[in-house]
């Protein structure tokens, strides 16, 4: 096991590096650089992509035509990096990601790590949050659904996991922002920030209660989608290991429906659900943040990576690529570790990673 986990993190280097080098290629050939935004709000046009290529792609004399000076040109160049090749580049930018360093924002006046440390918590707070709700209401849901297969219950919850499941999270965001923010008589929770302006001030309690005030939305419209397809899973899972031949062996031999239930199915449905953690932790972390963000403007990572791709502060894209890929690879390890928790059988050793 452990010798299947050694080769699955040296896996993460050469990944990490064939992602950032393809990127790498990918922003070379992109228009409106920083370079040519900085060129743009000289001229005062402002901070909108211009050019029809990457930075390489507009010579000296092209931009001189434009009446600027072709040593202002130089010296812009050299401030954002761009005076080098972009094989030294991405050397240099390789050597300094070894030592995880991954430099300075372009535009935002502090270090990418510095930015990424101080945007975490609102993420994390998201993730973690509508990760945990999600798999303790889904599962014992999934379950209660597969036992009562057919009946009332199962046909009226499922009616409402398909609409749950058919609605956007941003959708919904903006539907719990009517209803219970102040859009009809109801103004129950806040719409802006992780936690009060007067957070401060109060009591370790009431701290405690602020901050599970704010999360209440958007924590609820990020669990709409994937307690869907969680509970969905759940059930299936369950109704394929139930009609199994050792389920009526159990049975015959007088053993609780509880049992049978909890101490021989639960162990070999879960298998499913369990591999399906890191793909949930990472999509709500990482993917399904971002519309959530903008609409109960929380300054979290998504935003702040949106925001940097936008505007083309390439140290702040890498930087975030560069953890959100390895935060991402990690997660994937710890869920095969998971699956050796749920189900001691598994022996990953015998696997080629």
Known sequence: MWAYVLRRLLLIVPTLVIILLVNFVIVQAAPGGPVEQAIAQL????????????????????????????????????????????????????????????????????????????????TISLG????????????????????????????WSSTAIIIGYAMPAFLFAMFLIVV??????????????????????????????????????????????????????????????????YVVTARAKGLSERQVLYGHVFRNAMLLVVSGIPQAFISVFFAGSLLIEVIFSLDGLGRMSYEAAVSRDYPVVFGSLFIFTLFGLLIKIIGDLCYTLVDPRIDFAARNA
């Open 128 to 155: 973690l949050w509508a990760t945990l709700i999600t798999y303790l209401v889904s599962i014992p849901l999934g379950i209660r659904k597969a036992v009562h297969h057919g009946s009332h219950f199962d046909i």
């Open 43 to 122: 001229q005062g046009i402002g901070g909108a992509s211009v050019g029809g290529g990457s930075s390489e792609a507009v010579h000296g004399s092209s931009r001189a035509s434009r009446g600027l000076d072709p040593q202002l040109i130089k010296e812009i160049e050299k401030q954002y990096g761009f005076d080098k090749p972009a094989p030294e580049r991405l050397w240099l930018m390789l050597k300094s990601y070894a030592r995880l360093d991954f430099g300075k924002s372009f535009f935002r006046g502090a270090t990418v790590t510095d930015l990424i440390l101080e945007k975490m918590p609102v």
């Open 180 to 245: 219970f923010a102040g859009g009809t008589s109801l103004n129950w929770f806040p719409v802006r920030g992780l936690v009060s302006d007067n957070f401060e001030s109060l009591s370790t309690v009431g701290k405690i209660a602020d901050y599970f005030w704010h999360l209440v939305l958007p924590v609820t419209a990020l669990v709409v989608g994937g307690f869907a397809t969680l509970t969905i899973l759940t059930k299936n899972s369950f109704l394929n290991e139930i009609t199994r031949q």
